[in-house]
């Protein structure tokens, strides 16, 4: 049976990036992963690309495609909000395995930052709400996950510092990253007394708005050097507006994450680098717990610990996350799998974490935990 | 009185539901209007402070709620004051920064 493996990974730096757009992010990041390749670009024969929203079009798969200088047999657009970033692996995967093009290049960028006001930005990522029930309340994405937190606050007994826990961790983890975004260290104190933005979440719970691309280049064959080969992809769509959400609000995680790993032969357990979704603290530890990874109401705790420092025994987002590397949209998430990538295939220098697992497991979420998808990873070497 | 708070419901299978859809989502059955009675519990609140717009700029803090509705459905909603989780609620349609939102009192 045909399979696809991770040629290369790779993202910009993360940040405000005077003067980009989203084509000349995209076209930095898929010039990087064409590099760490070492491809050309004439070997590219798939494309598949997310959106921007400072850059909306009906067919920007094509738009980047003329842009950047390529002609492939199979392009189009993804769009699953923070999902984005694993769909279109998933959707490469798919191509490759069908015999349907050999070389996928997996692209999206997105100026979010320079390229609208902060207030448009809130707006626009507002319309993820119901345009008659939820966004014309005043709601913001803040507001939604925030209510999502103050459930789950309720439900497990975690605290506000357990959920700080992890806004700590992924900075800490950024510090030690060129090119993220945030880098300076935090402590739990800093994050509780941070800038209230919808209650239970502060300032510091919330991933910042950034400019940045990402690139991931996918193949038919394993290339030279260690590999990453997809063993198992699924998804999950429970909802799409948090007012429709099922009582178990990561309910999606749990689905997609037991399908792909059943589809991969592999359980929870069997994973030793963990690249998760965080577009806020909540997110992280709602993910991390449906995922099987932490028990109910544990996951700060559990970051607290150490249990997913770079050098412990379960290495998570070690770049820093949507939290600290920072989110750009759609190449916000593809961060997660560079790292992985770059972990997963000893290419993480100063970074590496301490083993050399087996296995990753790489989980993307859209909407309001509303889009789930779930890749599992195999490292060949 | 009135809550104002409009949802719908399919004559052909009982479901019941608050977005407003052109067909039943689970049978395609043709749906029915009806006024819930503005009871519900409080499923999950929060208070917002970092408001979208100058028009909900002007409001902060102000609470954004998710009501369980007694007839089934979960809306969200405004809500006045601060209540626990699973606490009753009365609601009706009021209106906030110039348009009609549904909102929750504590019971």
Redesign the interface.
């Known amino acids: 049976m045909s399979a696809s493996f991770v040629r290369a990974a790779t993202v910009t730096p993360f940040g405000r990036i005077e003067g980009s757009s989203t084509l000349s992010l995209m076209g930095d990041a898929a010039q990087a992963a064409l590099d760490a390749a070492g491809m050309e670009r004439g070997e590219i024969d798939g494309l598949i690309c997310g959106y921007a929203t400072t850059h909306p079009h009906l067919m920007l798969s094509t738009v980047f495609a003329e842009d950047f200088g390529i002609r492939p047999a199979y392009a189009h657009a993804v769009q699953l909000g923070g999902g984005t970033g694993a769909a279109m692996l998933m959707v490469a995967d798919m191509a490759i395995r069908s015999g349907e093009a050999r070389n996928v290049l997996v692209v999206a960028g997105e100026n979010r930052l320079t390229g609208m006001s902060r207030d448009a930005a809130v707006q626009t990522l507002a319309q993820v709400g119901h345009p008659v029930g939820e966004a014309p309340l005043g709601a913001t994405i803040p507001a939604y996950y925030a209510l999502g937190a103050a459930r789950y606050l309720h439900e497990t007994g975690a605290t506000e510092a357990d959920l700080a826990e992890l806004a700590v961790l992924m900075r800490r983890h950024a510090g030690e990253t060129p090119g993220a975004h945030l880098g300076e260290a935090i402590s739990v104190a800093d994050v509780l007394a941070s800038k209230p933005i919808a209650t239970p979440l502060k300032l510091m719970d919330c991933c910042p708005i950034s400019d940045g691309g990402g690139a991931v280049i996918l193949s038919a064959e394993p290339g030279p050097g260690p590999a990453l080969k997809l063993i198992g992809a699924a998804q999950a769509h429970t909802h799409q507006h948090l007012s429709e959400a099922p009582d178990d609000l990561a309910l999606g995680a749990r689905i997609s994450s037991a399908r792909a790993l059943e589809r991969a032969g592999r359980s929870i357990a069997d994973m030793g680098y963990l690249a998760v979704y965080d577009s806020f603290s909540v997110t992280l530890a709602l993910l991390l717990e449906a995922l099987g990874v932490s028990a109910p109401g544990r996951a700060g705790q559990d970051a607290a610990a150490g249990r997913f420092a770079r050098g412990g025994p379960l290495p998570l987002n070690t770049h820093g996350g949507l939290l600290s590397y920072g989110h750009c949209g759609v190449a916000g998430a593809m961060a997660h799998m560079a790292e992985a990538w770059a972990q997963m295939t000893g290419r993480a220098g100063a970074r590496a974490i301490a083993g050399e697992p087996a296995h990753a497991i790489y989980h993307g979420d859209g909407g309001v935990l509303s889009s789930h998808v779930t890749l599992v990873m195999e490292r060949l070497s | 009185m009135t809550s104002g708070i409009e949802l719908q419901r399919c004559p052909a299978c009982a479901k019941v539901?608050?977005?407003?859809r052109r067909r039943c989502p689970a049978c395609g059955g043709e749906p029915e209007r009806f006024e819930a009675s503005g009871r519900a519990t409080l499923?999950?609140?929060?208070?917002?402070?970092?408001?979208?717009?100058e028009?909900?700029r002007a409001?902060v803090?102000?609470r954004?709620?998710?009501a369980d509705l007694e007839e089934g459905?979960?809306?969200?909603?405004?809500l006045s004051a601060e209540a626990e989780?699973g606490a009753p609620l009365r609601g009706r349609v009021e209106e906030i920064?110039g348009?009609p939102?549904p909102l929750f009192k504590p019971a």
């Open positions: 539901w608050a977005f407003p499923f999950a609140a929060t208070v917002v402070t970092r408001a979208p717009d028009t909900f409001l803090p102000y954004i709620a998710l459905p979960r809306i969200m909603a405004h989780i920064a348009r939102i």
